[in-house]
């Protein structure tokens, strides 16, 4: 296994550098360049001026030196700076960027476990009854509701309509509150303030992100566990006089949930990619905006460290699912 | 514990903010966020929000007013001719040299408390005169010197000048007590580079530079000092900016304490979701850098305007236009005869404009007639106007020899004997809803006429590539394109965009902007001697000439001024902007003055004076 998993990390090497070249190339390719919103918006930038500053920027250079000169100072963690932000770009993707997006989307991931499971289970063991008939309909009703929809729907009822007929406190319509974990060690919030402010943020994005996935895995858990439920082990546990309550939650639900665990895993990359369309409509700043913006504002060094960086997420987790299997399935052995 | 589910549950219902009069605070609404503050010679980048951001927070030695004239700031008076601040010299060649006395308050202060000196002013000038910063406006510097004589007494000196060299001020101020450590751990970083092969690596370590003063960080570490009515005390990226009131700041009014005492800019990137702050009231008045022209006239927002806020559309430099390729090598330009002003003028005589503004911005943009803001002090009223008469376009179409063929369309038979029909390209940016209104609109008055519109429209990126805006020449457009030009009172005078020898073409390796080739040897002319007349008064003519030659010859074809909507929650007072206060029109000309009327502030500015409101 050890020998197995030290090939697999041999073999990501190359196959990042070439997952590197071609994100750098698709990035530079683009048509046009970071100078032609600044020539838009100064009609006086002579062609002298703006040779100089294809210079300043290194975009009188060949794309291949380029990409080395990138890969030379990347390689020793020197991601360059942002030429939107000015910050490094290191510092702009992991310090700002991902832990915001990694509290949008954990706790989305989080709160449709919570609920598909459940939900799932119920209307499989209450399958064809009333219950199921509404949890189908709402289901269908998730999986074909796009986000961009959901979310404006829900900022009008929650921000709008709620707040002026019932003069209720209206729901903040997105962004982040203005509070620093500093505040929290510093005693200007309490605890309490400060989760309750990032929940009255996070409650319409989290659920607009988790409305798909919930409808979806609770449609997987119900088949999973209905075809569970109709295993011959489970027949015989309830032949073996078990209470129901131990055959379903015992027996059927943990091989029940394995397809789950499936999907859950491969989903894991995408929980740092951030959710564009959600981050959007609600105005949140995380890494689906981040690799959005510096694309069109041709950001070279975010947009290549925030890509190489799910690249090797990708590549990484789908080395870890393969070492899980042997984990978790005996008849596995990699040599 | 319980006191954690009690402060959960309040902040989940109450909240921790109040704005407004209550607490003599200010929040404003902003679709973007700052990249960085305090880069005021532009090394990172320009950037409208930021560019806003810093007129709370720093000053100038001039002030920009409402009216767009220039008033002393950090400086005791304005350099003119007449009170012998102004030296200009003829230098031969039709150029002059100008020199600027000027002298500094003795009154003026950091937010530290350090007084402000010459030694700000020769500290930024150093920078801008340093190999391989990348500065925007490498021109304008280049032309520059400074001379400092001690602590208040300074000369700036451009050789050679240009009018709309003293339309501004003329270099700005950084804190030399605070910086200058860096900057010298910058330069000394820099020249161990070899400038012809680490440029790129050189410009990034005075970007960081820069950074390292403006980031959120550094303000948030207050690593950095401020020259305005406001300072910042703290930047949560990604959801707000918190201003004070500068208590050691030179110009606040009498009884400040009935003025506004803290500021926040709240962003939200979402113009949608900005929408709705609005109409709940969680922001009080908006950024010039919001929500677009029809959200703000959209019932949403419109139907809880009475009694709540006001909408005002304040009008911008702005320029929305159609360029018409006429370089005459370009066959179907040669086809079409686009080169040809009598084309021009049936295209714009087919264009109901004043319908489209009527129609699509309520009449809150008004129609343009030629390429200079009637709020540009060298606006002329009284160029050639061109009314909506199909008619007269079909005659002057008729007299170039097209006729109408069985579909309707034009059609003519061209010196060799080809037929051609009069198809015309229509290029604007996809994804601009607005301008692909005002697309279909124009396209539909052309068809009326007999020409059958192409629209061909491309992502900004596409259309703004160098490989498709310069190449006209080459025929990568070849008809009709649609968009604005962003402009300044200070590049309003410059006007080169639309000079002979700036048509992109192999002679000059596709450089300059005048992308569609238009030329009028007598517009040229009269341009290079208004550039070089620094006498203001004598070279409004000139350029009002200018003016009237571009509508005779419609070098290119007006559409109109675009406005910015301001949206002001009723008892706000002198949140208030004009086209060219400050330089560019943002709100408000002065931040100092910005208060609650139900507070004691006074009203000394009227929005009404400067913009147009939504009734």
């Known amino acids: 296994m050890f020998s197995y998993i030290l090939r697999r990390l041999a073999q990501m090497l190359p196959l990042l550098f070439f997952a590197s070249v071609a994100i750098f190339a698709l990035v530079a390719l683009q048509p046009g360049d970071p100078l032609d919103e600044l020539r838009m918006s100064n009609p006086l930038m002579t062609s002298e001026q703006s040779a100089q500053l294809r210079r300043a920027y290194g975009l009188d250079q060949p794309i291949y030196v380029r990409y080395f000169k990138w890969l030379g100072r990347a390689v020793t963690g020197d991601l360059g700076r942002s030429r939107t932000y000015g910050l490094p770009a290191g510092e702009f993707i992991f310090e700002q960027r991902l832990p915001r997006t990694l509290i949008l989307t954990v706790t989305s991931l989080t709160i449709a476990l919570l609920i598909a499971i459940p939900v799932g289970i119920f209307s499989a063991v209450r399958q064809y009854s009333a219950g199921d008939y509404a949890i189908t309909f709402l289901s269908f009703v998730g999986l074909s509701t796009p986000n961009f929809f959901l979310g404006i729907i829900l900022m009008y009822l929650f921000v709008i309509w709620l707040p002026e007929t019932f003069g209720i406190r209206s729901l903040p319509v997105g962004g982040i509150p203005n509070l620093m974990l500093s505040d929290l060690q510093s005693g200007q919030v309490t605890l309490g303030e400060f989760v309750g402010q990032w929940a009255r943020h996070l409650v319409l994005p989290v659920f607009t992100l988790a409305s798909g996935s919930i409808a979806a895995w609770t449609r997987f858990m119900r088949a999973s566990m209905l075809e569970v439920l109709n295993q011959d082990y489970v027949r015989t546990a309830r032949s073996k006089g078990l209470t129901e309550r131990k055959v379903l939650y015992k027996h059927a639900l943990r091989n029940g949930l394995i397809p789950i665990v499936t999907l859950v895993g491969l989903s894991m990359p995408a929980l740092f990619n951030g959710a564009l369309i959600t981050e959007t409509i609600f105005s949140y700043p995380g890494m689906g905006r981040a690799i959005f913006d510096a694309l069109i504002h041709k950001d070279f060094n975010v947009a290549m460290a925030a890509l190489v960086f799910i690249a090797i997420l990708v590549v990484f987790f789908n080395l870890v699912a393969d070492v899980m299997y042997a984990v978790v399935d005996p008849r596995i052995r990699y040599d | ?615």
């Open chain 2, 1 to 615: 514990m319980s006191r954690f589910i009690v402060s959960l549950f309040l902040s989940l219902v109450v909240g921790l903010t109040f704005a407004g009069p209550q607490d003599n605070s200010l929040v404003i609404g902003a679709s973007q966020e700052p990249v960085l503050l305090g880069d005021l010679l532009d090394v990172v980048g320009t950037q409208a929000i930021a560019s806003e951001v810093e007129l709370w927070i720093y000053d100038g030695l001039y002030h920009i007013n409402l009216d767009a004239e220039l008033e002393p700031n950090f400086v005791t008076e304005v350099a003119t001719v007449e009170n012998g601040r102004m030296v200009i010299t003829d230098i031969g060649d039709g150029d002059s040299r100008v020199e600027l006395n000027l002298t500094l308050r003795d009154d003026i202060v950091w937010s530290d408390g350090h007084p402000i000196t010459t030694d700000d002013i020769a500290f930024a000038f150093e920078i801008t005169q340093t190999p391989g910063m990348p500065l925007r406006s490498p021109d304008y510097y280049s032309r520059m010197n400074v001379e400092v004589f001690d602590a208040q007494n300074f000369r700036v000196t451009l050789e050679p000048a240009q009018s709309s060299d003293l339309v501004q001020s003329p270099i700005d101020l950084l804190p030399a007590h605070v910086m200058a450590e860096a900057w010298a751990a910058a330069v000394g970083a820099a020249s161990a580079l070899d400038p012809d092969t680490d440029a790129a690596r050189i410009s990034e370590i005075y970007q960081g530079f820069m950074t390292d003063f403006g980031s959120s960080s550094a303000i948030n570490e207050g690593r950095t000092v401020y020259s305005g009515p406001f300072v910042p005390v703290r930047w949560t990226p990604g959801s707000a900016l918190q201003l004070r009131r500068n208590p050691l700041y030179f110009n606040h009014p009498e009884n400040v304490a009935d003025y506004v005492q803290t500021v926040e800019y709240r962003f939200i990137t979402d113009t949608n979701a900005l929408l709705f702050s609005i109409v709940t009231g969680a922001v009080d008045v908006t950024s010039s850098v919001s929500i677009t022209f029809d959200q703000a006239l959209s019932p949403q927002v419109t139907a809880r305007a009475a009694d709540r806020y006001d909408i005002w559309f304040v009008p911008s430099a702005t320029w929305e236009h159609l360029e018409v390729n006429q370089h005459s090598n370009v066959r179907q330009v040669a086809d079409l005869q686009l080169d040809d002003v009598r084309t021009r003028r049936a295209i714009i005589h087919a264009i109901d404009r004043q319908a489209m503004v009527e129609a699509l911005f309520d009449g809150l943009q008004p129609v343009s007639h030629a390429n200079v803001s009637p709020f540009d002090p060298m606006y002329n009223p009284d160029v050639r106007q061109y009314a909506y008469d199909p008619e007269q376009s079909e005659q002057l179409l008729s007299e170039l020899g097209w006729t109408r063929a069985g579909d309707g369309i034009l059609q003519r038979t061209t010196a060799d004997g080809r037929t051609v029909r009069f198809e015309l390209e229509f290029v604007t940016t996809a994804g601009n809803a607005v301008r692909e209104r005002q697309q279909q609109f124009i396209a539909e008055d052309l068809r009326q006429i007999g020409i059958d519109v192409r629209i061909n429209n491309a992502p900004s990126s596409v259309v703004f590539a160098p490989d498709f805006f310069d190449r006209g020449f080459d025929g990568s457009w070849t008809g009709m394109f649609m968009f604005a030009w962003v402009s300044s009172q200070a590049s309003s005078l410059n006007q080169a965009g639309y000079l002979c020898r700036n048509a992109p073409t192999p002679a000059n390796n596709y450089s300059g902007q005048n992308l569609a080739g238009a030329c009028v040897e007598a517009y040229d002319e009269l341009r290079d001697l208004a550039v070089v007349e620094l006498d203001l008064d004598a070279a409004r003519p000139l350029y009002q000439e200018m003016q009237a030659i571009f509508a005779e010859e419609l070098i290119a074809i007006p559409l109109l001024f675009r406005s910015n909507p301001v949206i002001v929650t009723q008892g706000v007072v002198n949140y208030v902007a004009s086209t060219f206060n400050g330089g560019y029109g943002y709100p408000p000309a002065r931040p100092e003055l910005v208060g609650w009327a139900q507070n004691g502030a006074a009203v000394t500015f009227d929005q009404a004076a400067y913009a147009l409101a939504f009734e």
